[in-house]
């Protein structure tokens, strides 16, 4: 099946509607009927400062980036874009076009995800 990967970069500690935004944006995306996405926190990092943040131990929360992703057909991609852009969500993204499917599918998957040989 083709679609694509979204992959969005917030710091861990940013908020949207009195949310983190790596978790408001999982949920918006599990709303829009995506079939998965996933939360991971950076070890260390720079953005467009050039500053480098690493992980420690007595840190919680703060300067670090979480990558948020989501493998989407090309209408939830729309969808979340569309979202996205309507609720003024500052957010660094990557889009790249993806392949994807499930190799030996069980009953509970929807016939379109099948892998092709």
């Known amino acids: 099946m083709q679609g694509s990967l979204f992959r969005f970069y917030v ?3 940013h908020h949207h ?3 983190l935004v790596w978790e408001w944006l999982l949920e918006q995306g599990n709303r829009l009927g995506i ?3 996933s939360a991971f926190k950076a070890m260390a990092g720079f953005g ?3 500053t480098l943040h ?3 131990f007595v840190e919680l929360a703060g300067p670090l980036a979480v990558e948020v992703e989501f493998i989407a057909t090309p209408d939830e991609a729309q969808k979340l874009l569309d979202l996205l852009h309507g609720e003024k969500v500052r957010l ?3 889009y790249t076009p993806a392949r994807f499917g499930v190799i030996n599918p069980d009953s509970g998957d929807p016939p379109s995800v099948a892998a092709e040989p």
């Open 11 to 13: 710091h861990e500690d």
């Open 17 to 19: 509607h009195g949310r």
């Open 35 to 37: 079939r998965g996405g």
């Open 48 to 50: 467009r400062h050039h």
């Open 54 to 56: 690493e992980a420690r």
């Open 92 to 94: 660094f993204y990557a």
